[in-house]
């Protein structure tokens, strides 16, 4: 097994797939549908070249390389962290024992699945995101979207890698699905519900990057704990490149607040919307929207799936080494959000195992409230006395108890028909997407930024902000 990548092979990898020449001929029978699918579905402005990061190595002299590449022939590969000879299985049944470099029988056809739902999230978020191109706010953030969608095209072939290699022919049917499925699609949508929505608009693009790619973080967490091997070596490679679409959308949606917080500042006004910038109680309803749809990727507070996962050593918990208890939970119980008998929003007490999508939420949850602790930092630095929140965990659920119900964003459960009267007021209406939509003018000149976003506070790799990130063609 070698770290560096072999870049004179047609697949960039740290695999040897010389070594298989089975598997390397069924990824090359791959690749050309996979490049179909990213000239159809894929980014549509056209550029000549970008300053692109690409995955070369996994070793300590560092594992990316920065460059100008035409889009199109980004080097997608498939890389999987160092192994460790002596890793043994963390958690589940098997606990103690060795981590497996091959699917066990009795666990295939869960591991798929695990695989696939993964799989199936990086194309759809690429499909998403193909018309943002034609409305960056500058060249900066243009380089930043495709560095994410080269990225998320990677993590395909990085399950699709997994597929073809471990599962055989069910592996390659599932791997043309992936490219079959289409974001949106009527007839055959993504499989998840986050990746059906839209991302017509910036303040979308930065959402998604913060509270759905956020999802992604923790999910990758949980599968790099796997005793499947290859499985827990690809996710944890994967978790390298996720830090970048984290710092996207953190960072984006921190320059938006300051922008707006200076307008407000400036003209002395909370009512900025015919000043250029998104208002607060927008940029609030956009955060309520993504942060419940992305709730919903967690699955039901309870699962059975999720406990048959956790034991039979397939899917762990965040961190679960750091966790201080028998790895095994088949005496613990947890309490998950739950309806009381008589519709009211409250909790239950459940076994550990079956409410394990509630842990992981409940962990995603915290993170998700340091980046509205940091924008409103950036508030209070402004010497304003606004604030955003992160609404409540029932607010617009469509997956899990709180879907049978409606809430407020304060936790006050509602007849549908006070939802159906209220909710323009907590989620984005036709007249905010209108609005949004209407300041998304591109600024393709190097050095200069729409005037609803403030500038970043740093460039990439060390180059400046008005660095010549994006050729366009
Ligand atoms: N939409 O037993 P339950 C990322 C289905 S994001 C529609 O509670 P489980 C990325 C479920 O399939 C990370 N359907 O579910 C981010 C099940 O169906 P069946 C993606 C849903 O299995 C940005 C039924 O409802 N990775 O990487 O405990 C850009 C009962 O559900 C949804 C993963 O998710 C939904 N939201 O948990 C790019 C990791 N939720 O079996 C990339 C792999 C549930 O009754 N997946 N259903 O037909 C998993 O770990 C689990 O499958 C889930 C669901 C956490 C998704």
């Known amino acids: 097994m070698t770290t560096a990548a072999d870049y004179t092979e047609k697949i960039p990898n ?38 692109l990061r690409t995955a070369i190595n996994v070793g300590r002299d560092g594992w990316a390389q920065f460059g100008h590449v035409p889009m199109r022939d980004y080097r997608w590969g498939i890389f999987l962290a160092e192994r460790d000879p002596g890793r043994m299985i ?13 699917v066990p029988g009795e666990y295939r056809s869960d591991l798929r699945r695990l695989i696939v739902i993964q799989g199936d999230t990086e194309p759809a978020s690429v499909e998403q995101q193909r ?45 043309e699905e992936l490219l079959r499925r289409s974001s949106g699609s ?59 679409h984290m710092m996207v959308g953190t960072t984006g949606i921190d320059r938006v607040v300051e922008r707006t917080a200076q307008v407000m500042v400036e003209n002395d006004t909370d009512d900025v919307d015919g000043l250029g910038v998104v208002s607060l109680p927008v940029i609030q309803k956009y955060l309520n929207f993504h942060y419940s749809v992305s709730l919903d990727l967690f699955g039901g507070d309870t699962s059975t799936n999720v406990a048959n996962y956790y034991t039979a050593g397939l899917k762990g918990r965040w961190l679960e080494d750091r966790r201080r208890d028998d790895h095994k939970l088949t005496s613990d119980a947890i309490m998950v959000d739950a ?25 995603y949850i915290a993170d998700c409230q340091s980046g509205v602790n940091r924008w409103n930092k950036i508030l209070a630095d402004a010497g304003l006395p606004q604030r955003v929140a992160l609404p409540h965990v029932a607010f617009n659920r469509k997956v899990g108890s709180f879907s049978a119900i409606e809430a407020s964003p304060d936790g006050e459960k509602l007849s549908p028909e006070e939802w159906e009267q209220r909710k323009g007021a907590w989620l984005p209406t036709d007249v905010d997407k209108t609005y949004v939509r209407s300041l998304m003018q591109p600024v393709y000149e190097r050095g200069k930024i729409a005037a609803w976003i403030a500038p970043p506070r740093h460039g990439i790799n060390g180059k400046p902000f008005d660095y010549d990130y994006v050729h366009l063609s």
């Open 14 to 51: 740290n695999v040897s797939l010389h070594e298989d020449r089975r598997l390397q001929r069924a990824l090359e029978s791959w690749q050309p549908n996979f490049l179909t699918w990213w000239d159809s579905m894929g980014p549509t402005l056209p550029t000549r070249d970008v300053y």
């Open 90 to 102: 963390g958690f589940g049944e098997h606990k103690g024992e060795p981590a497996w470099d091959k």
């Open 131 to 175: 018309n943002l191109g034609t409305t960056a706010p500058s060249l900066y953030d243009l380089r930043n979207l495709f560095q994410v969608n080269v990225e998320e095209g990677r993590h395909l072939w990085a399950m699709v890698y997994l597929l073809q290699a471990y599962f055989g022919r069910d592996g390659r049917e599932e791997a």
């Open 186 to 244: 009527l007839e055959s949508p993504r499989i998840l519900g986050a990746f059906n929505e839209e991302t017509p608009d910036w303040l979308s693009f930065y959402m998604f990057t913060y509270f759905t790619d956020r999802d992604g973080k923790y999910q990758l967490g949980t599968l790099k704990e796997s005793a499947f091997d290859p499985l827990s070596r690809t996710c944890e490679f994967m978790l390298k490149e996720e830090a970048h």
């Open 339 to 363: 309806l009381t008998e008589d519709g009211e929003i409250g909790q239950n007490e459940v076994a550990a195992l079956i409410g394990l999508n509630t842990d992981l939420r409940r962990e």
